[in-house]
């Protein structure tokens, strides 16, 4: 079992800068998720814990101990990458043996413990088949059974899950789940989607050029963003962010989106908005199951005028595209009471607005 502290990390290849300045408690048995976009950084910071890389500043503890001079295979630290390296000539029996043959571990305990690893992977079938003949969903079972079998005290996974196609991606997201569970290890996951984060992870670390946006749990950085950027990644159907200019001050305050609506504010979203810096440049956040239709249900909430440019259906639920003068307004709605092209007045609920400055993109509340 283990904890791990990132504290203050950066890593600069030559003049760029990777990771900076990062830091990240991860309790002992945790899930975390690293999220972020395409190059923000994830796998270098995977790597350093892994040992693969060195940070150029800032230090790895692992139980507060500093391991950069003991040797990789001896940190009890398990890897799954996307680009999984299986030993395709060795049969599936082989590939989950190796490891504990490797390290000397009792020849019964080896036939047993592969074989319940097996049997929680369903590979029991192809055991003594060559690794190559797998499909790609086995394989990744494998890999991820190989390195679990090990038992790792800290379990590395990097976009796993990537290469697998939905329905088994959905089906893994719960098996790795029901492992960590089960062997109660430090898992850290690093992922682009936020859907896996959301419904894996203890905590989120949403990382974007680098740097630590927020890190929290999966409700945390749902409910309460800390900036437009984190508002923007969480959440499924997106958030709606609308920018534009504030005008007028406290009590008369407007929203001018760069589409040309006019929103008006008050209470406390208007004097979230006082506290911009300079520029004058903000964005209302507001979830689309935040939006309603029919009678005003408080007096600070905000009224809205637009007409319906598409409705979509996700599941038991409908999205209805809004839109108000060139915005665009995506809500939720579970009546069926609107069609294409009507006209419509709606809601946002004031308590659930976000302020935040359109420059710095830091929250204001
Ligand atoms: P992805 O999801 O695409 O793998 P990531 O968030 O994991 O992205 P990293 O692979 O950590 O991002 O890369 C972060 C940045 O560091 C990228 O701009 C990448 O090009 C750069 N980088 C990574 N490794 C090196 C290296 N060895 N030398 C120079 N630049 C590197």
Do not use: W
């Not at 003068?325 to 939720?332: D, F, G, P, S």
Request: hydrophobic fraction near 40%.
């Amino acid at each position: 079992m283990s904890s791990i502290q990132i504290n203050n990390v950066t890593k600069r290849f030559g003049e760029f800068t990777a990771v900076s300045d990062l830091s990240i408690d991860i309790e002992d048995g945790e899930f975390v998720a690293l999220l972020g976009p395409s190059g923000c950084g994830k796998t270098t910071t995977m790597n350093m814990i892994a040992g693969l890389e060195e940070a150029t500043e800032g230090e790895i503890l692992f139980n507060g101990q500093d391991l950069s001079h003991t040797p990789i295979q001896q940190r009890n630290i398990g890897f799954v990458f996307q680009n999984y390296a299986i030993f395709t000539h060795m049969t599936v029996y082989k590939n989950l043996s190796y490891g504990l043959e490797v390290n000397n571990v009792p020849k019964d305990q080896i036939t047993s413990r592969v074989a319940a690893m097996a049997k929680r992977m369903n590979l029991t079938h192809c055991l003594d088949a060559p690794a190559a003949s797998l499909s790609v969903n086995e394989m990744q079972k494998l890999a991820i059974g190989r390195s679990a079998i090990a038992e790792p005290r800290i379990f590395l996974l990097d976009e796993p899950l990537s290469n697998l196609d939905a329905g088994f991606r959905a089906y893994m997201r719960s098996e790795l789940k029901v492992l960590q569970r089960e062997f109660g290890q430090t898992m850290i996951y690093v992922t682009h989607d936020q859907i896996e984060a959301m419904s894996l992870a203890d905590k989120i670390a949403i990382i974007d050029q680098g740097k630590l946006m927020q890190y929290g749990s999966p409700l945390e950085v749902y409910n309460n963003p800390c900036n437009r950027f984190v508002a923007n990644f969480v959440g499924s159907p997106k958030i709606n962010l609308l920018d534009g200019q504030i005008k007028g001050a406290n009590g008369s305050t407007k929203l001018i989106t760069q589409g040309g609506a006019e929103v008006a504010l008050q209470g406390k979203i208007s004097s979230d908005f006082a506290k911009l810096k300079s520029s004058k440049g903000g964005s209302i956040g507001i979830r689309p199951q935040d939006i309603y239709f029919g009678e005003k249900r408080a007096s600070d909430d905000i009224q809205l005028h637009g007409y319906v440019e598409e409705l979509e259906r996700v599941g038991p639920k409908r999205l209805v595209h809004l839109q108000v003068h060139r915005t665009q307004i995506v809500a939720e709605d579970e009546r069926d009471a609107l069609s294409i092209g009507d006209e419509v007045e709606f809601f946002l609920t004031a308590d659930k607005c976000m302020a935040f400055d359109l420059d710095s993109g830091d929250r204001l509340t």
